[in-house]
Structure formats: C-alpha cells, structure tokens
Nanobody
C-alpha cells in the first residue's frame, strides 16, 4: 500500500482544515487507517484511527476529541481527517498510516505516507 497525504497548510487559530490520505492498491479496505502528527522536537503521536470499514469504530487522542473527525471512503481509497477549532499546539507534520491492528502505537502501522505540514497561527 502506498499512501499520499495532502491538505495541510497555514491557518489561524479557530480555523479548519481537512487532510486527505490517498492510497494505492486494492486492499485499502483491509487496513486500519491512522493519522499521526509530529511537532518540532517532539515524538510522533497518534491523532486518530479508524477501523477498516467505513463508518466503523474510531479512536482519538484526548487533545483532539470533539474537534477532529476521522473518516474513510473505501470506494475512493481515501481517508480523511477533518480538523476544526484548530489551536497553535496542533501545529506539526501530519502523517497517515495503514496497519492491521486497531491500536495507537507507531509500530502497529506498516505503511506510511509522507507528512503534510499543518501550521496554526495564534
């Protein structure tokens, strides 16, 4: 599976962005999809994950609950991360990842896209 993340940009605090992760291959629907982020000088952390079927179970980091929504469209081989009420602390490189386990650890994901930068100004 090859992943490509896009949709990042510069936004003011309180604004919104939607990230997309496009996947190649016909097995997209078999994978758990996750979004991670990495701020400068910090470790990469889970933001959200969604189980393999559209409309399935999701999980979120406490810091983004109620503001971010993860979703997927298996017909389009694409996962999304809708980010609302953005805060400066949401700034970082955002990565999408695919794995077979509905978990939060980086090691549980086998395929990674390149990062897309999100910068939130105060």
């Amino acid at each position: 599976v090859q992943l490509q993340a896009y949709g990042g940009g510069l936004v003011q605090a309180g604004g919104s962005l939607r990230l997309s992760c496009s996947a190649s291959g016909r097995t997209f629907s078999s994978y758990v999809m996750g979004w991670f982020r990495q701020a400068p000088g910090k470790e990469r952390e889970i933001v959200a994950a969604i189980i393999s079927w559209s409309g399935g179970s999701t999980l979120y980091a406490d810091s983004v609950k109620g503001r971010f929504t993860i979703s997927r469209d298996n017909a389009k081989n694409t996962a999304y991360l809708q980010m609302n009420r953005l805060k400066p602390e949401d700034t970082g490189a955002y990565y999408c990842a695919a794995g077979l386990k509905f978990r939060t650890a980086i090691d549980d994901y086998d395929y990674w896209g390149q990062g897309t930068q999100v910068t939130v100004s105060s």
